[in-house]
Each structure stands twice: as C-alpha cells, then as structure tokens.
T-cell receptor, first 112, second 115 residues
Framework: GQQLNQSPQSMFIQEGEDVSMNCTSS?????WLWYKQDPGEGPVLLIA?????ELTSNGRLTAQFGITRKDSFLNISASIPSDVGIYFC????????????FGKGTTLSVSS | SAVISQKPSRDICQRGTSLTIQCQVD?????MFWYRQQPGQSLTLIAT?????????ESGFVIDKFPISRPNLTFSTLTVSNMSPEDSSIYLC????????????FGPGTRLTVL
C-alpha cells in the first residue's frame, strides 16, 4: 500500500530558529495536509495543499506541494516554545474526502 | 472548520470487556473515519463509516472486533470488543466537511488503557 516517509523523526532546536520537515510518498497525491498534535489532543489541521507547486502560509508556517506530487515540506520560521509537538504530514490519492494516509510524525522540541 | 467531540475522553478497562466510543460532529457529514494511534506511533485508519451502509474496514481490522454504528449524519460509535492490553491506544474519529472538501478534522481522541 501507499506509504509516506516523513523526516526527520525528531528535532531539537533553540527558540528563534527555523525548522524544516518533509514527506515523500511512493504514489502521486492529490492532497497534502499538515497537522500538529499536542499531548493528549487530536491532530489539528495547520495547512492544506491541493495543487502541485502550491505554496501556502499560515502565520509562521509555510508548506509546499511538490511539483512531482509525491512530496511536501513544512517550514516553521522563528520557532517559539509553543511550537513543541508532533507534526504529521498526511495525504490522499482520491477526491471527495477519502481517508488519509499519515506519515510517522516529526517530534519537535524547542528550548528557550 | 468542523467541531468534533468524543466520549469518553479516556478509560481504563479490564481485559475481555468492551468499550463503545462516541463521536459527534457539529454538522452533517457523509463520511466519518475511525483511526487508531498506538503509543508513540502515527495514525492508522480502522474503518470508514458511511451513513446508511456497512462500514468499510482496512486490512487488519474486522467488524467483530471493531463494530461501528452510523445512525445519522452527525454521529458514529466505535466499539472495541473483547479487549486485550494490545488494544491500549488512542482512538480518534475524523470527518471532512462540505466546506473543506478534502480537509479532515479530528476529535480530541479517546485514550484507552486495557489492563
């Protein structure tokens, strides 16, 4: 079945640093989504991407849908302590709200 | 965005018992999804719940173990049957909304511990 490779698995950074994480898939995706999960909570949608090459920002977060439609990256600029959490990429190959395939997550730690 | 609630938020259960988890969406949705997140792991889809039809289960998940109900367009339940410690996980429901098409929103999850 389809798999998503997400890297890095974990990151330890200083407050104020920029962060970059990415996902690659074995299949072409029609949608890429980036989620953040805090301890004891469900994943919260950060950014949704629908078109190859699309670059979308949400505050200090920027994500891009790769030209090949098999990859996506998420950048966080000027990190702050509340950015701590697990970031998941997710995508699907079909339209109309079908189930998502998730990456294994990137655990972000920010020291102040 | 959709608002999704789940009950219970957490439970500790004995081996061999069953637990039913409820998921409520604040708008009508055609599809709802149930995921499992084992400790320290990513999310794995259990099944897709369509209103008015049988749920569709992913490989490795069966209806006898995880029966699902979908009585209307805003509600679904997942039962974890005959539990064992290996069932200890977070169980999450999600739903897309008409406005957001492919964007899925998640409930807060049910943290299950089986002793």
């Amino acid at each position: 079945g389809q798999q998503l490779n997400q890297s890095p698995q974990s990151m330890f950074i200083q407050e104020g640093e920029d962060v970059s994480m990415n996902c690659t898939s074995s299949s072409i995706f029609n949608t890429w989504l980036w989620y953040k999960q805090d301890p004891g909570e469900g994943p919260v949608l950060l950014i949704a991407l629908y078109k190859a090459g699309e670059l979308t920002s949400n505050g200090r977060l920027t994500a891009q849908f790769g030209i090949t439609r098999k990859d996506s990256f998420l950048n966080i600029s000027a990190s702050i302590p509340s950015d701590v959490g697990i970031y998941f990429c997710a995508g699907n190959v079909n339209q109309a709200g079908t189930a998502l395939i998730f990456g294994k997550g990137t655990t972000l730690s920010v020291s102040s | 965005s959709a608002v999704i609630s789940q009950k219970p938020s957490r439970d500790i259960c004995q081996r061999g018992t069953s637990l039913t988890i409820q998921c409520q969406v604040d708008s009508q949705v055609t599809m709802m999804f149930w995921y499992r997140q084992q400790p320290g792991q990513s999310l794995t889809l259990i099944a897709t719940a369509n209103q008015g039809s049988e749920a569709t289960y992913e490989s490795g998940f069966v209806i006898d173990k995880f029966p699902i109900s979908r009585p209307n367009l805003t509600f679904s339940t997942l039962t974890v049957s005959n539990m064992s410690p290996e069932d200890s996980s977070i169980y999450l429901c999600s739903a897309p909304t008409a406005n957001s098409y492919n964007e899925q929103f998640f409930g807060p999850g049910t943290r299950l511990t089986v002793l």
